[in-house]
Each structure stands twice: as structure tokens, then as C-alpha cells.
């Protein structure tokens, strides 16, 4: 959504209209549950409400709005849906018990629904209220047809991948990502690195990383994972320059510096345009 609460980009949306016309094809009652920005409590500007228009027109029904994601308004919509029916929740992560994975939080959300389709690929791996949380109080739970589309490519892709095979990880910490890495390292001939995660390699590489996102207790194994990269033969990718800020803020002042060059007191943010022309140069050299 732009300033003016004008959708700019409706891909996701679109992607997971199949799901769920498919789901009022059969009769069902549809209640979508969703997320919008990272707000600090109620805030207005990451409301839902504006996907209504357009998800009312993409899926040829009147999709109902509700205020709040869970509460007795909430139930009264949800009983007076009629098969056929869409009911939008308002956004969950205007509760702090979202992220949270709160048990209570997530038995209410579910309270209203019979099962559970997950049809977002792209927060699967968080463990949230709404998208593991309420597993454990709807059965069956089970993937939408994006989820599993998405599932299948990236299956095949790693199970039976055309060589040279290349991968990207990113992230803020190491300590999340060790399991992909090593497995990763088992396969690919490509592994580029990005995210937060760099600067704990970038440490144990004996460079300075100023103010930035370090892992202190990571300094080994990211030593270990390069010298195993190594020893497998694969090229493993690091940035080369980086684009650092003097503190993280809106008005912070920011420059692009050699990843061996960020200064004392500031911190690295992103990765910059040389390791970008170098990432896609390596990519184009790849198949998978």
C-alpha cells in the first residue's frame, strides 16, 4: 500500500486467489487471515480494509470486513457467513501475541474456523499464532495450492537440480540458518551470502565490522562453514562492499564502503552494488 492506502503491487493477492475460490466452490466459508507491515499495536495505516475492494473483485463475491482479527464481532460475522462466503480479519499482528506464538491468542483466532489452509509460503517459517499456532487447535491443517506449487519447485529443485546448482541465504543470524548452510554446502556449487548473517563471517575473517550485527558466539562455526565450503569445492559468496550507516534511523547518514573498510562506529546494512554485478554474474553462470 502506498501513503494514500492505495494497493501498489496485488501479486500475493492474486496468487492466492485460486485457494481460495476453490475452497467456495466446495461450499465453504472462507475466512482469510493476514498480516500487514510490522505495526506497533492498532495502526491505521497497515489496516487490511483496503484489500477488500479488490479482493471482492477478483473473487466475484462480496467480501465481508471484519474490525478486529478476533473477539465477539469477529464470531458474530464468522456464524452469519453464508457457504460461499468471505470474511477478512483485520490484521493480526495488530496483536503483540501474534509474533508471539501465544497460545491463547491463537486458540481465539482459531475458535471460529473447522480447519486450517495455509497458503502463505513466504512466513511459513516463522512460527506465529496464525500460521503454527493454530495448528495444534484446527485439524485437518493443510497447504493451499500456492503453498504447495511453491513446495514442489523448491523439492525438485533441491532434491534433482540441473548443475551448476547455486543457492542464496540470507538473514540476520548464522545461528538460524546452520542446518540450510550445511546441508546446502552438501549440494551446491554456488553459495551466495547475504543479510545481517555476513558480518559474523566478515568478523571471523579477522575484518572490522564496526557497529554491525555480530554473533559473537557464531565466530567459530562461521569459520568452520567457509573452510567446509572450501574443502567441498564450493564457491562460497560473500559481499564485497556493503552499505553502512552511521546509526539505524530515517535520517541516519549512509555510504557505501569495501566490506574490509566499514568504519568504527558504524554499522552494515546492505549489500552493495559491486557484490550485486558479481552475484548476477555468478548466477548467469548457473542452471539451477
Same mark, same amino acid.
Not at 503491487?9 to 492466492?16: G, P
Not at 487471515?33 to 473473487?59: I, M, N, Q, Y
Not at 516463522?126 to 514442489?152: C, I, N, W, Y
Not at 542446518?179 to 551466495?192: H, T
Given at each position: 500500500?502506498?501513503?494514500?492506502?492505495?494497493?501498489?503491487?496485488?501479486?500475493?493477492?492474486?496468487? *492466492?486467489?485460486?485457494?481460495?475460490?476453490?475452497? %467456495?466452490?466446495?461450499?465453504?466459508?472462507?475466512?482469510?487471515?493476514?498480516?500487514?507491515?510490522?505495526?506497533? =499495536?492498532?495502526? /491505521?495505516?497497515?489496516?487490511?480494509?483496503?484489500?477488500? /475492494?479488490?479482493?471482492?473483485?477478483?473473487?466475484?463475491?462480496?467480501?465481508?470486513?471484519?474490525?478486529?482479527? &478476533?473477539?465477539?464481532?469477529?464470531?458474530?460475522?464468522?456464524?452469519?457467513?453464508?457457504?460461499? =462466503?468471505?470474511?477478512?480479519?483485520?490484521?493480526?499482528?495488530?496483536?503483540?501475541?501474534?509474533?508471539?506464538?501465544?497460545?491463547?491468542?491463537?486458540?481465539?483466532?482459531?475458535?471460529?474456523?473447522?480447519?486450517?489452509?495455509?497458503?502463505?509460503?513466504?512466513?511459513?517459517?516463522?512460527?506465529?499464532?496464525?500460521?503454527?499456532?493454530?495448528?495444534?487447535?484446527?485439524?485437518?491443517?493443510?497447504?493451499?495450492?500456492?503453498?504447495?506449487?511453491?513446495?514442489?519447485?523448491?523439492? =525438485?529443485?533441491?532434491?534433482? /537440480?540441473?548443475?551448476?546448482?547455486?543457492?542464496?541465504?540470507?538473514?540476520?543470524?548464522?545461528?538460524?540458518? &546452520?542446518?540450510?548452510?550445511?546441508?546446502?554446502?552438501?549440494?551446491?556449487?554456488?553459495? &551466495?551470502?547475504?543479510?545481517?548473517?555476513?558480518?559474523?563471517?566478515?568478523?571471523?575473517?579477522?575484518?572490522?565490522?564496526?557497529?554491525?550485527?555480530?554473533?559473537?558466539?557464531?565466530?567459530?562455526?562461521?569459520? *568452520?562453514?567457509?573452510?567446509?565450503?572450501?574443502?567441498?569445492?564450493?564457491?562460497? %559468496?560473500?559481499?564485497?562492499?556493503?552499505?553502512?550507516?552511521?546509526?539505524?534511523?530515517?535520517?541516519?547518514?549512509?555510504?557505501?564502503?569495501?566490506?574490509?573498510?566499514?568504519?568504527?562506529?558504524?554499522?552494515?546494512?546492505?549489500? =552493495?552494488?559491486?557484490?550485486?554485478?558479481?552475484?548476477?554474474?555468478?548466477?548467469?553462470?548457473?542452471?539451477?
Amino acid at each position: 500500500l502506498d501513503d494514500a492506502q492505495k494497493i501498489t503491487d496485488d501479486t500475493r493477492i492474486r496468487a *492466492s486467489i485460486p485457494t481460495i475460490k476453490f475452497l %467456495l466452490e466446495k461450499g465453504a466459508k472462507v475466512i482469510l487471515a493476514s498480516h500487514l507491515g510490522r505495526p506497533k =499495536g492498532v495502526t /491505521p495505516k497497515f489496516s487490511l480494509k483496503p484489500l477488500v /475492494p479488490r479482493l471482492s473483485e477478483l473473487l466475484g463475491v462480496e467480501v465481508v470486513m471484519a474490525n478486529d482479527c &478476533i473477539g465477539e464481532e469477529v464470531e458474530k460475522l464468522a456464524a452469519a457467513l453464508p457457504e460461499g =462466503g468471505v470474511l477478512l480479519l483485520e490484521n493480526v499482528r495488530f496483536y503483540k501475541e501474534e509474533e508471539k506464538n501465544d497460545p491463547e491468542f491463537a486458540k481465539k483466532l482459531a475458535s471460529v474456523a473447522d480447519l486450517y489452509v495455509n497458503d502463505a509460503f513466504g512466513t511459513a517459517h516463522r512460527a506465529h499464532a496464525s500460521t503454527e499456532g493454530v495448528t495444534k487447535f484446527l485439524r485437518p491443517s493443510v497447504a493451499g495450492f500456492l503453498m504447495q506449487k511453491e513446495l514442489d519447485y523448491l523439492v =525438485g529443485a533441491v532434491a534433482n /537440480p540441473k548443475k551448476p546448482f547455486a543457492a542464496i541465504v540470507g538473514g540476520s543470524k548464522v545461528s538460524s540458518k &546452520i542446518g540450510v548452510i550445511e546441508s546446502l554446502l552438501a549440494k551446491v556449487d554456488i553459495l &551466495i551470502l547475504g543479510g545481517g548473517m555476513i558480518f559474523t563471517f566478515y568478523k571471523a575473517q579477522g575484518k572490522a565490522v564496526g557497529k554491525s550485527l555480530v554473533e559473537e558466539d557464531k565466530l567459530e562455526l562461521a569459520t *568452520s562453514l567457509i573452510e567446509t565450503a572450501k574443502a567441498k569445492g564450493v564457491s562460497l %559468496l560473500l559481499p564485497t562492499d556493503v552499505v553502512v550507516a552511521d546509526k539505524f534511523a530515517p535520517d541516519a547518514e549512509s555510504k557505501t564502503v569495501s566490506a574490509d573498510a566499514i568504519p568504527d562506529g558504524w554499522m552494515g546494512l546492505d549489500v =552493495g552494488p559491486d557484490s550485486i554485478k558479481t552475484f548476477s554474474e555468478a548466477l548467469d553462470t548457473t542452471k539451477t
